[in-house]
């Protein structure tokens, strides 16, 4: 378990994948992200996860009391990647501390790849 907590009514717990799930979640409602990669590449392919994955393309670790957060992702072609980045690190960061409140110290972000109009069409 990632984090845990004793109240009067009991202990409440959050695991790593809860945590990772809703970081995926938080990334993808920013403009020009147009998915979660695949912390793994295997011969320079980056594999485009479905929804029901996105935490496979989060890392979460706890320090003390600290999260680290570090998401691979792929962008859209011809969006300010830097900008892209940014707005991901701050929306996870957001989401997680509201949501579990754990607070995030650092949130990494991998650009793995960029995705074109003709990657879209099978071209």
Do not use: C, P
Not at 47 to 64: F, H, M, P, S, T
């Amino acid at each position: 378990m990632l984090s845990e907590s004793r109240t009067e009514l009991g202990t409440i717990a959050i695991g790593h994948e809860v945590v990772a799930t809703l970081a995926g979640a938080a990334a993808m409602e920013g403009y020009g992200l147009v998915g979660m990669a695949s912390r793994r590449i295997t011969d320079g392919f980056v594999e485009l996860l479905g929804r029901e994955n996105w935490g496979r393309g989060v890392e979460v670790k706890l320090d003390k009391d600290k999260a680290y957060i570090t998401l691979h992702i792929i962008v859209s072609y011809g969006v300010r990647i830097s900008e892209v980045a940014r707005n991901v690190m701050e929306r996870v960061k957001y989401a997680v501390e509201e949501i579990t409140g754990l607070k995030v110290a650092r949130v990494n972000v991998y650009v793995q790849g960029v995705q074109t109009d003709m990657t879209r069409s099978g071209v």
